[in-house]
């Protein structure tokens, strides 16, 4: 499969950054914020769910948001929040070290009072020695990191990615277990793909001792999404024996592996307004491209502050005027379809 090309769209200083999966910032309703500065990634992961990477068949465009208009989000939403321990997770729809801008993004967050712990999700492919020196001085309080195998054959096959070598993550993973930042491994178990490697990742973190303050291993089950990829005869686990074979796993490594929100800390906590329903009509300034072929990005004419993305709006032209009906609003997620 060739690489596609798609258009870098920079964030105007006039969008909101809330209301849009593919970047800004995501709240769930916890102490949590998901801080989502770039879009793209340099592996092609067979099982990823957001289809990203050079070998993306679904996607248009990738974003990359301007380092203080972020922050300047970021620290309003601290502002609704109760809880004076907030946890900054940077977790992109890619992989956060695309970011150029990540070093600033963290010494940043780490000025923030209310901010306790800066974590960051990411499959490794781009980290260095120095970088994690950097990431460490900067106030990284942790990595989860995403091995999913340990056969270099197998995890190249895995990443989509003939440049990935697992020798290079796992250099890095022992860097950052030997620094101030922690180091969580989370592997995603594909059935039918990694299930031997599962034990062997195990017993790696356990060895090199990941986890000072946090679980050293959060297993991630794959899940299949409907614009994401799916490796060719990968059944999924049903939730029921995903969980059983991770109690097994527990037992047998006596090491935690199902794991909790008071693990991380996570407590529940006041939220974004949900600016909208499921069903409302409401009319939109369509501004940009979204990040899935089809898809469009608008803004409330009323002016709530909100990016709605709008799906079947290939037709539908930049600046246009109209009328759409959300079609849905989880955790302030805006997906809208155009109406005419
Ligand atoms: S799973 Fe993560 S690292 Fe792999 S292609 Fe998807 S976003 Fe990139």
Same mark, same amino acid.
């Given at each position: 499969m060739a690489p596609t090309s798609r258009m870098l769209i920079e964030i105007?200083?006039?969008?909101? &950054?809330? *209301?849009?999966?593919? =970047?800004g910032i995501i709240d769930r309703g916890t102490n949590i914020l998901q801080v989502r500065p770039s879009s793209t990634c340099p592996l092609s992961c067979i099982f990823c769910s957001t289809d990203a990477g050079p070998r993306s068949r679904s996607r248009q465009a990738e974003y990359l948001v301007d380092l203080d208009h972020l922050l300047k989000w970021f620290k309003q939403l601290v502002k609704l929040k109760s809880s004076r321990s907030i946890e900054a997770h940077i977790d992109? %729809? *890619?992989?956060? &070290?695309?970011?150029?801008?990540i070093i600033d993004l963290v010494h940043r967050l780490s000025e923030i009072p209310e901010v306790k712990v800066i974590s960051m999700q990411t $499959? *490794? =492919? &781009? &980290?260095s020695y120095s970088l994690i020196n950097d990431m460490e001085a900067a106030g990284l309080s942790r990595v989860n990191l995403s091995i999913d195998s340990l056969d270099p054959d197998l995890a190249k096959r895995l990443s989509g990615t003939?440049?990935?070598e697992v020798k290079h993550i796992t250099a890095m993973a022992e860097a950052i277990a030997d620094s101030k930042v922690d180091l969580m491994i989370t592997p995603v178990w594909v059935p039918g793909y990694n299930d031997a490697e599962i034990p062997k990742i195990i017993e790696y973190a356990l060895s090199i001792k990941? *986890?000072?303050?946090?679980?050293p291993l959060g297993i991630q089950k794959y899940c299949p999404h409907k614009r994401g990829r799916k490796p060719r005869g990968a059944k999924p686990a049903s939730w029921l024996s995903f969980y059983r074979k991770l109690q097994e796993l527990e037992h047998r490594? $006596? %090491?935690?592996?199902?794991?909790?929100?008071e693990d991380f800390g996570v407590v529940k906590d006041s939220r974004i307004p949900v600016v909208f329903k499921k069903g409302e009509k409401v009319r939109v300034r369509v501004v940009g491209y979204g990040w899935l072929k089809g898809e469009k990005i608008a803004v409330p004419v009323r002016g709530d502050p909100a990016i709605i993305t709008l799906v079947n709006a290939s037709r539908v032209e930049l600046e246009a005027k109209l009328p759409a009906r959300i079609l849905a609003c989880k955790d302030g997620i805006y997906v809208a379809e155009p109406l005419w």
């Open positions: 105007p200083s006039d969008w909101p &950054l809330v *209301g849009c999966i593919a =970047f992109t %729809v *890619g992989d956060p &070290l695309t970011y150029p801008r $499959h *490794g =492919f &781009l &980290l003939n440049q990935y990941a *986890g000072k303050l946090w679980p490594y $006596h %090491v935690r592996l199902a794991l909790r929100p």
